[in-house]
């Protein structure tokens, strides 16, 4: 089965930014709508993001809008997530999910093995 690889997580302060990459080595993701998930030990997982293939419209949750943005640079075959004035709420173990249609809509044909971000003072 197909992966994608998430990177770009760590310790941040509150406050702080982080860009997430969600690359696909050895296949293109141009094809895919691509979401952005958080899992964390209160939920199980939260969709923070949706970009549909199209890139005429990005869906954002509630608590992330105006924070985090969603960009994708089909020369480097990735994509990306710019985190700022980030808080401990935004703690948890980020994928980023691939989707055949213009939607992220379950099941995800591609998953990766996420990447830790921490936001802590």
């Known amino acids: 089965q197909l992966q994608f690889v998430e990177s770009g997580g760590g310790l941040v302060r509150p406050g702080g930014s982080l860009r997430l990459s969600c690359a696909s080595p050895?296949?293109?993701?141009?094809?895919?709508?691509i979401a952005w998930f958080r899992q964390s030990p209160e939920v199980e997982h939260v969709r923070v993001s949706c970009?549909?293939?199209?890139?005429?419209?990005?869906d954002y949750a509630d608590s992330v809008k105006g924070r985090f943005t969603v960009s994708r640079a089909s020369a480097k075959n990735a994509v990306y997530l710019q985190m700022n004035s980030l808080g401990p709420e935004d703690t948890g173990v980020y994928y980023c999910?691939?989707?055949?249609?213009?939607?992220?809509?379950?099941?995800?044909?591609?998953w990766g093995q996420g990447t830790l971000v921490t936001v802590s003072s």
């Open positions: 970009m549909y293939k199209s890139e005429g419209r990005t």
């Open positions: 050895g296949f293109t993701m141009d094809s895919y709508s």
């Open positions: 999910a691939g989707y055949k249609e213009d939607a992220c809509a379950a099941p995800a044909e591609v």
